[in-house]
């Protein structure tokens, strides 16, 4: 599982002109998933994804969660964080197909309302338009391929 991080000052998803998710602040996160991933990267994903301290404490240093500062998240599925680009015409055989990704998608966003977030979504393989004003900005790339094994 991949998921790209922004932290925001607010974000939305558009699908036909119409806003289907919005935060005012907290993090946007791109969410890829990859055919072999578990419930337990789900689980731990969003775990990573809502302790990340990258939000400035009163001394200007990114010491802060997102609990510390109320913020909410703003998931949209991202296959496309599973591209092969050996090529110029990238290819997605990478990424899990919606069978396997659209339940993962849903674990991770329902494991951010269990840690207590308030959680939005676009809608999965939809043609989306993702608006958001970066906060730094702050975007941090998160791949369970970097935990060690899978478990």
């Known amino acids: 599982m991949r998921a790209v991080v922004t932290r925001v000052k607010e974000a939305r998803v558009e699908i036909g002109g119409a806003v289907v998710g919005a935060i005012d602040g907290g993090f946007l996160v791109l969410l890829g998933v990859a055919p072999d991933d578990t419930p337990a990267i789900a689980e731990k994903m969003a775990d ?8 400035e404490d009163e001394n200007g240093k990114m010491n ?5 500062v109320g913020g909410s ?4 599925s991202q296959f496309t964080l599973y591209a092969d680009t050996s090529s110029r015409r990238p290819g997605f055989t990478g990424a899990a197909r919606p069978e396997v990704a ?9 494991a951010c309302r ?10 999965f393989g939809a ?3 993702v608006y958001s004003q970066n906060d730094g900005p ?14």
């Open 48 to 55: 990573k994804v809502c302790g990340l301290r990258v939000f």
């Open 64 to 68: 802060r969660n997102l609990a510390a």
């Open 73 to 76: 998240v703003l998931v949209v």
């Open 102 to 110: 659209v339940p993962l998608y849903e674990q991770f966003m329902a």
């Open 114 to 123: 269990a840690l207590g977030f308030p959680v939005e979504h676009g809608e």
């Open 127 to 129: 043609d989306m338009q």
């Open 138 to 151: 702050v975007t941090i790339l998160l791949d369970s391929d970097q935990w060690g094994r899978r478990k």
